[in-house]
């Protein structure tokens, strides 16, 4: 058998360290810009789920966030209070007063649990199992989800489990049209714990 030496032993540890986080998903997806992160609607997003995962667990994968908010959508009378996370910031808060996404990704928790409850992203490294993403233009998505979008107070797909859904909002293209031409963002929601922070998706 060949030997290999130290030398060129670590470069290739290296390489396979760095094939496996963009697999998983780890800390540094957020400052990578490129590893693809999968997103389900049983609430998989890369290594979390929704209604497991910890204020540490998203941290852990995200990075620090640019900002956090606590809130109440309506001041608790009928949805939970959030906690959230947000990334690609740019100076903004993480949502609006009452917990309106206001960046590119928001990672919301229920402060009672500590469970994370949904996610938010108008990042394209998001993917949903046929390859959907932000950015994906309509007839692309409908050919690979094999459904057609469904119009109504929005136009996108969803797509339900048990345990969690996924909601890919549609919009641009002329005024007058139905449906949005793209993919402009993507939830990833529990069917346990709602913030009530997304019009139409949640209500």
Not at 59 to 75: K, L, Q, T, V, W
Not at 95 to 120: A, Q
Not at 159 to 185: I, N
């Amino acid at each position: 058998m060949r030997r290999v030496t130290i030398a060129h032993s670590v470069p290739a540890m290296l390489v396979a360290f760095l094939a496996a986080a963009a697999v998983t998903g780890c800390a540094s997806s957020h400052s990578s810009g490129s590893a693809r992160i999968a997103v389900s609607a049983t609430g998989r997003i890369g290594p979390l789920r929704v209604d497991e995962s910890n204020r540490a667990d998203v941290i852990s994968f995200a990075g620090r966030p640019d900002s956090e908010r606590h809130g109440a959508y309506d001041g608790g009378r009928f949805y939970t209070s959030f906690d959230a996370l947000g990334y690609g910031c740019r100076g903004k808060a993480a949502t609006d007063k009452v917990g309106i996404p206001r960046c590119k990704t928001v990672f919301y928790l229920d402060p009672r649990s500590g469970k994370l409850e949904l996610l938010y992203t108008e990042d394209k490294r998001y993917v949903d199992p046929h390859g959907v993403h932000v950015g994906t233009r309509t007839p692309v998505a409908e050919r690979q989800l094999h459904r057609r979008a469904l119009t109504g107070c929005y136009s996108g797909f969803r797509f339900d489990t048990k345990s969690g859904f996924l909601v890919m909002w549609l919009e641009g293209g002329k005024r007058t049209a139905l449906v949005g031409d793209h993919v402009g963002f993507v939830v990833v929601h529990s069917q346990r714990l709602n913030p009530g922070v997304l019009d139409c998706i949640d209500s």
